[in-house]
T-cell receptor, first 117, second 112 residues
Framework: ETGVTQTPRHLVMGMTNKKSLKCEQHLGHNAMYWYKQSAKKPLELMFVYNFKEQTENNSVPSRFSPECPNSSHLFLHLHTLQPEDSALYLC????????????????FGAGTRLSVL | TQLLEQSPQFLSIQEGENLTVYCNSSSVFSSLQWYRQEPGEGPVLLVT?????EVKKLKRLTFQFGDARKDSSLHITAAQPGDTGLYLCAGILMEYGNKLVFGAGTILRVKS
């Protein structure tokens, strides 16, 4: 148990569906992240939220829409996805030091395995 | 071209053997981390190294950070089936805005 919980663990959706991934962290951290993990490729950072503000969007297609209502919860809304979006989506959290910003020592959830048909 | 290269990509060994996996970059890391990811789970942090030349040990695992802080290695002594998993290195690269960058990982399979 890493203190970061992701739901659902598995999701199968059609290209016309709308679904949402949920992440909750119980570590008191103030930064949260979405990553995409595909086979044989490095983890791809998608979004970063720092103190509930989105601070990074790494050229992610608009069919992925993040939402961070508070520092403990993070959502990833999905719509009109493509088959190549099938992957493991990982959420992570970390503690940002006062007056600075550091993306180190991240704690990961178990991920949502997404299949787009 | 990846900022951070890991080798080998895949390693299958017998229980009791030793192994080393490598993590290399042409850029300098301000710090580097090693994670292990088991099937169906997210990555779990094993160690963080910060100082060039630093060596850290975690039971049968030995982590080394290169003197120039551009490379790192993970050595496992007497591997056990429980060591099976994906080993990821991740480094904070100063010249890339202190971003945390991950390698593609080394898949380790230890057979009993």
């Amino acid at each position: 148990e890493t203190g970061v919980t992701q739901t659902p663990r598995h999701l199968v959706m059609g290209m016309t569906n709308k679904k949402s991934l949920k992440c909750e962290q119980h570590l008191g951290h103030n930064a949260m992240y979405w990553y995409k993990q595909s086979a044989k490729k490095p983890l791809e950072l998608m979004f970063v939220y720092n103190f509930k503000e989105q601070t990074e969007n790494n050229s992610v297609p608009s069919r992925f829409s993040p939402e961070c209502p508070n520092s403990s919860h993070l959502f990833l809304h999905l719509h009109t996805l493509q088959p190549e979006d099938s992957a493991l989506y990982l959420c992570a959290s970390s503690q940002v030091p006062p007056g600075g910003y550091a993306k180190n020592i991240q704690y990961f959830g178990a991920g949502t395995r997404l299949s787009v048909l | 071209t990846q900022l951070l290269e890991q080798s080998p990509q895949f390693l299958s060994i017998q229980e009791g053997e030793n192994l080393t996996v490598y993590c290399n970059s042409s850029s300098v890391f301000s710090s580097l981390q090693w994670y292990r990811q088991e099937p169906g789970e997210g990555p779990v942090l094993l160690v963080t190294v910060v100082t060039g030349g630093e060596v850290k040990k975690l039971k049968r695992l030995t982590f080394q950070f290169g003197d120039a802080r551009k490379d790192s290695s993970l050595h496992i002594t007497a591997a056990q089936p429980g060591d099976t998993g994906l080993y990821l290195c991740a480094g904070i690269l100063m010249e890339y805005g202190n971003k945390l960058v991950f390698g593609a990982g080394t898949i380790l399979r230890v057979k009993s």
